[in-house]
Protein backbone atom coordinates (compact mmCIF):
# COMPACT_ATOMS: atom_id res chain seq x y z
CA UNK A 1 0.00 0.00 0.00
CA UNK A 2 1.25 3.45 -0.50
CA UNK A 3 1.78 5.58 1.78
CA UNK A 4 -1.48 7.80 1.23
CA UNK A 5 -3.33 4.81 1.34
CA UNK A 6 -2.06 4.25 4.61
CA UNK A 7 -2.75 8.27 5.63
CA UNK A 8 -6.35 8.27 4.75
CA UNK A 9 -7.14 5.29 6.18
CA UNK A 10 -5.55 6.54 9.46
CA UNK A 11 -8.16 9.13 9.25
CA UNK A 12 -10.81 7.43 8.51
CA UNK A 13 -10.16 5.19 11.03
CA UNK A 14 -9.18 8.09 13.93
CA UNK A 15 -12.00 9.58 12.94
CA UNK A 16 -14.40 6.79 13.72
CA UNK A 17 -13.07 5.84 16.52
CA UNK A 18 -14.28 9.33 18.29
CA UNK A 19 -17.18 8.90 17.14
CA UNK A 20 -17.95 11.71 14.03
CA UNK A 21 -21.23 11.54 12.74
CA UNK A 22 -22.58 13.31 9.51
CA UNK A 23 -24.61 15.73 12.20
CA UNK A 24 -21.66 16.62 14.35
CA UNK A 25 -19.88 18.55 11.79
CA UNK A 26 -22.96 19.26 8.85
CA UNK A 27 -24.41 21.73 8.22
CA UNK A 28 -21.51 24.64 8.90
CA UNK A 29 -22.57 26.91 11.63
CA UNK A 30 -22.40 29.81 8.70
CA UNK A 31 -25.16 27.83 7.29
CA UNK A 32 -27.24 27.06 10.12
CA UNK A 33 -30.70 29.46 10.58
CA UNK A 34 -30.24 32.54 12.64
CA UNK A 35 -33.62 33.62 14.30
CA UNK A 36 -33.76 37.03 16.02
CA UNK A 37 -33.83 36.61 20.17
CA UNK A 38 -38.01 36.98 19.92
CA UNK A 39 -38.65 35.04 17.21
CA UNK A 40 -36.12 32.08 19.30
CA UNK A 41 -38.79 32.60 21.62
CA UNK A 42 -42.05 32.57 19.92
CA UNK A 43 -40.65 29.22 18.61
CA UNK A 44 -40.27 28.15 21.97
CA UNK A 45 -43.23 28.94 23.54
CA UNK A 46 -44.10 26.72 20.13
CA UNK A 47 -42.19 23.98 21.16
CA UNK A 48 -43.51 23.93 24.27
CA UNK A 49 -47.35 24.00 23.24
CA UNK A 50 -46.68 21.07 21.25
CA UNK A 51 -44.53 19.19 23.89
CA UNK A 52 -48.14 19.63 26.07
CA UNK A 53 -50.47 18.47 23.37
CA UNK A 54 -48.18 15.58 22.63
CA UNK A 55 -48.32 14.57 26.57
CA UNK A 56 -52.12 15.35 26.62
CA UNK A 57 -52.62 13.35 23.77
CA UNK A 58 -51.38 10.30 24.78
CA UNK A 59 -53.22 10.79 28.22
CA UNK A 60 -56.59 10.96 26.04
CA UNK A 61 -55.63 7.86 23.83
CA UNK A 62 -54.25 5.89 27.68
CA UNK A 63 -57.83 7.38 28.77
CA UNK A 64 -59.90 6.23 25.34
CA UNK A 65 -58.21 2.74 25.50
CA UNK A 66 -59.49 2.38 29.37
CA UNK A 67 -62.90 3.41 28.44
CA UNK A 68 -63.06 0.90 25.22
CA UNK A 69 -62.12 -1.72 27.89
CA UNK A 70 -64.53 -1.07 30.09
CA UNK A 71 -67.25 -0.92 27.31
CA UNK A 72 -65.83 -4.26 26.19
CA UNK A 73 -66.25 -5.21 29.71
CA UNK A 74 -70.20 -4.13 29.92
CA UNK A 75 -70.97 -5.59 26.75
CA UNK A 76 -69.58 -9.16 28.01
CA UNK A 77 -71.66 -8.74 31.00
CA UNK A 78 -74.79 -7.54 29.10
CA UNK A 79 -74.92 -10.44 27.19
CA UNK A 80 -73.94 -12.63 30.08
CA UNK A 81 -76.86 -11.22 31.53
CA UNK A 82 -79.53 -11.88 28.78
CA UNK A 83 -78.41 -15.02 28.58
CA UNK A 84 -79.32 -15.80 32.38
CA UNK A 85 -82.10 -14.01 31.93
CA UNK A 86 -83.41 -16.12 28.92
CA UNK A 87 -82.25 -19.00 30.70
CA UNK A 88 -84.74 -17.98 33.97
CA UNK A 89 -87.64 -17.50 31.26
CA UNK A 90 -87.09 -20.83 30.09
CA UNK A 91 -87.43 -22.75 33.93
CA UNK A 92 -90.56 -20.46 34.34
CA UNK A 93 -92.11 -21.58 31.59
CA UNK A 94 -91.60 -24.76 32.42
CA UNK A 95 -92.86 -24.32 35.81
CA UNK A 96 -95.54 -22.85 34.75
CA UNK A 97 -96.68 -25.40 32.32
CA UNK A 98 -95.92 -27.82 35.65
CA UNK A 99 -98.06 -25.88 37.86
CA UNK A 100 -101.35 -25.96 34.83
CA UNK A 101 -100.87 -29.54 34.46
CA UNK A 102 -100.82 -30.07 38.40
CA UNK A 103 -103.78 -27.61 39.00
CA UNK A 104 -105.50 -29.67 36.14
CA UNK A 105 -105.06 -32.95 37.87
CA UNK A 106 -106.57 -31.64 41.50
CA UNK A 107 -109.18 -30.50 39.73
CA UNK A 108 -110.16 -34.10 38.14
CA UNK A 109 -109.40 -35.57 41.40
CA UNK A 110 -111.56 -33.33 43.28
CA UNK A 111 -114.55 -33.67 40.99
CA UNK A 112 -117.08 -36.10 42.38
CA UNK A 113 -117.89 -38.99 40.62
CA UNK A 114 -122.01 -39.01 39.27
CA UNK A 115 -123.62 -41.72 40.18
CA UNK A 116 -126.46 -42.89 38.02
CA UNK A 117 -129.62 -42.24 38.93
CA UNK A 118 -132.18 -45.25 39.88
CA UNK A 119 -135.64 -44.96 38.90
Known amino acids: MS ?3 RVVGAIVLAGSLMGFSWSDWWPPAFLQPWW ?3 LQQKIG ?3 AKVNAAETE ?3 LLKKVTEVSQAADDCKAQSN ?3 KAQDDLKARV ?3 QAA ?3 AQAKL ?3 SKPVKKGKKK
Open 80 to 82: QMA
Open 36 to 38: PPA
Open 99 to 101: LAD
Open 57 to 59: KSA
Open 3 to 5: DKA
Open 93 to 95: DQL
Open 45 to 47: ELE
Open 107 to 109: QSM
